[in-house]
């Protein structure tokens, strides 16, 4: 027999779909105090949530004639017809959250208009609706939700630990704090405050709240605008040297939404190629403004997934963003010395107050601009009050003098021009340190252990990885030539025979016209057999037998057959097996040759690998290391 289901049945399946965990509490409260447009909003929840959860804003309120109906399901301020799903700009827009958590719940709200003399105070339990009464209470909401579950014990019986759950709640809250950083989001869990942004309207100081001085220092702004797309992206992408082994810490915001997308995902780890070690990601924390119309939010219950009508130029652009934004930053490691206390203790949330200034967000870009000069990501890196004064000191005392006893690399001396200020000091030339400004102008003090170069330029020490540089320089002459068709071949003498395997002979055969295009010659001999008679004149190594057996071992994928994408990668890898090795000591004409290679990289700070090239030591870290200054 078919029954007609009971509202409150119907209510409790529907709730189902959009609250399945206190975390899914949390976050519609928030994107509905988000788009009240508050610009203080606190998060307070018990036993992750569970027993508790309270968000009040300052936003515009909820008017008293409105109050029953906004309970409603399917009851929104956000849409008035059908063509409004075009077009949506704010974080809700279903009607579903409010209903469906009061479902499931022990709800109460209280609000109150701007203009208003009084409040109103709402309670609904378990779907039953009470009484609207008259109360005192500040311009806002507030929305208290109490023993969620409590109605469905099954629901309940699949929570995680009280931790778990807070833990779900923190992160939702992080990203509303990062994509809206004019807005001030407090968290407190079980008394203790978690997230307290200060909503200064600056997405570097909310990242530097939530995420600490470490990973705010390692930074690189972006602001990209692809009119021809419609897209415009900004943010921050962070240098590889704070790459994590998980992919979370991928964040990007649509239209200021937190979304998850694997176009997006696959273009900023394809924009990070070879700048990241393997099962290595990077963090980033990108807006993508767009046109409502060219993609789809009410794709899914949680709103989290989107669908663009154009993957491709989506794909471009955030690509492009990050590629752009790391060659335009020079990604060399910094060492430092050990800190003997974390100036940032991991719980601490008042405001940095040597590093950000107090500027009032009153429309003048020349003081946001000098503001935000001060923050990561910029032409100049995060710098504490102690090494500002270090560093003018010590241009007084030194003038960044040239001295004309010490050799220089590659012999130039510095030109008038190039040393001498408008004020009449002498200073090296600003420039990256892998730059034709810099290169003539290193100290070469010598080599160590037969693999690293140990290099004087400006205020710093730089040590250069021989190996991991040589590496770098054969993967991306060959990988360019590769693009560019323009591979020749050494021949070898005596030529190779290869007496290869069952398989190993399958994958040569089918993929020769491969080989040949990379500057393989090889003939086949008969049977399994074949004659090397030629290799790529980049990579005269590959002549060894054992290097190119590894390499036709290395080719086979799991299904026993390789792409010519996948012959191409394995081959560019090889270019460690054909780099120097360490122990191996080098003159400096060689030396001067190898860098010269390097300055015409695009990525020179990371071997294909993703391990860097250069570590820089600057003489402000030596100082700390033997406590000139303390």
């Known amino acids: 027999m078919i029954r007609l289901l009971s509202k409150d049945t119907i209510d409790k399946i529907a709730a189902g779909e959009v609250i399945d965990r206190p975390e899914s509490v949390a976050r519609e409260l928030l994107d509905n105090a988000i788009d009240s447009g508050a610009d203080r909003i606190s998060l307070e929840i018990r036993k992750g949530g569970t027993e508790l959860i309270r968000v009040t804003d300052n936003g515009c309120g909820i008017d008293a004639s409105d109050l029953e109906t906004a309970f409603l399901r399917h009851a929104t301020s956000k849409l008035r017809d059908a063509s409004d799903l075009e077009h949506i700009r704010s974080l809700g827009f279903r009607g579903e959250a409010l209903a469906s958590i009061c479902a499931v719940s022990k709800t109460e709200i209280i609000t109150k208009t701007k203009g208003s ?15 609207i009464t008259e109360v005192g209470a500040p311009d806002g909401t507030t929305v208290i939700v109490r023993d969620l579950f409590y109605n469905v014990p099954a629901r309940r019986a699949f929570l995680r630990s009280a931790a778990t759950e807070a833990a779900y709640i923190t992160d939702t809250a992080e990203k509303a704090a990062l994509s809206h950083p004019e807005i001030a989001i407090t968290l407190i869990s079980d008394g203790r405050v978690l997230i307290n942004t200060l909503g200064g309207g600056r997405l570097s100081e909310a990242i530097y709240m939530i995420y600490g001085k470490e990973v705010t220092e390692q930074l690189i702004k972006v602001d990209r605008s692809f009119p021809d797309a419609g897209i415009s992206i900004s943010g921050y992408i962070g240098k590889p040297v704070i790459a994590r082994a998980r992919r979370d810490l991928e964040i990007c915001f649509v239209n200021r939404r937190y979304i998850r997308s694997e176009i997006i995902r696959r273009a900023i780890e394809d924009g990070y190629e070879g700048y990241m070690m393997q099962h290595r990601f990077p963090f980033t924390v990108l807006s993508l403004d767009m046109v409502p119309e060219k993609l789809d939010v009410n794709v899914h219950p949680k709103k ?14 955030v690509f492009r963003t990050v590629r752009e934004g790391l060659r335009e930053k020079e990604l060399i490691v910094e060492a430092k010395a050990p800190a003997e206390k974390d100036p940032m203790p991991s719980e601490s949330h008042g405001q940095p107050e040597a590093i950000f200034s107090e500027t009032e967000d009153n429309g003048d ?53 190039d040393t001498v200020s408008p004020e009449g000091q002498q200073k090296l030339p600003p420039s990256f340190f892998l730059s034709d400004k810099a290169v003539p102008y290193f100290r070469m003090i010598g080599q160590i252990f037969g693999t690293y170069w140990i290099i004087e330029y400006e205020d710093s020490m730089y040590l250069i990885d021989q190996h991991a540089a040589h590496e770098k320089v054969n993967y991306e002459r060959l990988l360019r030539r590769l693009r560019e068709k323009d591979i020749s071949s050494q021949y070898i003498y005596p030529p190779i025979m290869l007496n290869l395997g069952v398989n190993e002979a399958r994958l040569v055969g089918e993929h020769l016209e491969d080989f040949t295009a990379l500057g393989f010659e090889l003939e086949h001999a008969g049977d399994r057999d074949y004659i090397v008679r030629a290799v790529p ?94």
């Not at 003399?117 to 009484?131: A, C, D, H, M, V």
């Not at 000069?373 to 010590?394: I, N, Q, S, W």
């Open 117 to 131: 003399l009084t409040g109103s105070r709402y309670e609904i339990n378990g779907g039953t609706s009470g009484e």
């Open 304 to 317: 989290m997934e989107v669908r663009f009508s154009d993957d491709a130029s989506v794909y471009d652009a």
């Open 365 to 417: 870009e020349a003081e946001e601009s000098r503001s935000e000069d001060r923050l990561p990501g910029h032409v100049e890196p995060f710098e504490e009050t102690a090494f500002k004064e270090y560093k003018e000191a010590l241009n007084k005392k030194l003038n960044y003098e040239v001295r004309e006893e010490r050799p220089l690399f590659g012999g130039k001396d510095p030109s008038p021009e």
């Open 537 to 630: 004149s980049d990579l005269p190594e590959l002549s060894r037998k054992d290097l190119l057996m590894e390499m036709i071992d290395s080719l086979s994928e799991e299904n026993g057959r390789a792409s010519s994408e996948s012959l191409k990668d394995k081959l560019a890898s090889m270019s460690c097996k054909a780099a120097v090795k360490g122990n191996s000591y080098l003159s400096e004409p060689e030396m001067k040759k190898l860098i010269e290679e390097l300055l015409t990289l695009d990525n020179p700070y990371n071997c294909p690998h993703g391990r860097p090239t250069i570590v820089r030591w600057s003489r402000y870290e030596l100082d700390k290391m033997f406590r000139r200054i303390v």
